[in-house]
């Protein structure tokens, strides 16, 4: 009884400490984070996010003629990871956090790129954004021969190369 009278006092001082969520706003503090907005104008495809993602809520995919960025908030431990790193600031880590819905691809979001196809096995490997971006970034230097194979072709190319020039013999 003494226990339950002290703990009414404290109550009566301290005030009331819930929130009568969802009657009442809820409380987010400004540490706090929820749902990744990614922006489709400042994306540029680069997949730093999704390299660094921990438990791979994004996702590149390469689809024939596009690049398709993918978030699945299913999967997203609201880290700030894919922020931190992104080098265009495309990502803002939003304060969302009311995610239920029973469709299943509210839960998806994606950006759809232009994709850059491989002249040797004619395979996408990279974005027409990115490949601008880069160019930007060195003054205007023309990137297109570097993007216009494939690192795993440019790699087997590059073997061939050396292996010429160590044997004498042309390597097909
Ligand atoms: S790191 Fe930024 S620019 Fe690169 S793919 Fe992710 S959101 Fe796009
Ligand atoms: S907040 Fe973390 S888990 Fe979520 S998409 Fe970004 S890096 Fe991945």
Redesign the pocket.
């Known amino acids: 009884m003494v226990k339950f009278l002290r703990m009414l006092a404290i109550s009566a001082r301290e005030g009331t400490a819930t929130r009568k969520y969802p009657f009442e706003s809820s409380l987010v503090t400004p540490e706090f984070r929820g749902r990744v907005d990614?922006d489709p104008a400042?994306?540029?495809?680069?997949?730093?996010?999704?390299r660094i993602c921990p438990p791979s809520a994004?996702t590149l995919n390469y689809e024939s003629d596009e690049v398709v960025?993918k978030y699945f908030i299913g999967r997203c431990i609201f880290c700030g990871m894919?922020a931190y790193?992104?080098?265009?600031d495309?990502?803002t880590i939003t304060k969302e956090f009311e995610l239920a819905t029973p469709e299943l691809n509210d839960l998806y979001d994606e950006?759809v790129h232009t994709a850059v196809k491989c002249n040797v096995c004619g395979k996408p490997f990279t974005t027409v954004k990115l490949v601008k971006e880069v160019e930007k970034r060195i003054d205007g230097g023309d990137m297109s021969p570097l993007f216009n194979t494939c690192p795993e072709c440019r790699r087997k190319l590059t073997a061939r190369r050396v292996g010429s020039g160590v044997t004498g013999v042309s390597v097909e």
Not at 42 to 50: D, E, N, P, Y
Request: charged share 5%.
């Open positions: 990614i400042k994306c540029v495809g680069c997949g730093a996010c999704v994004l960025l894919c790193v992104c080098p265009q495309a990502i950006v």
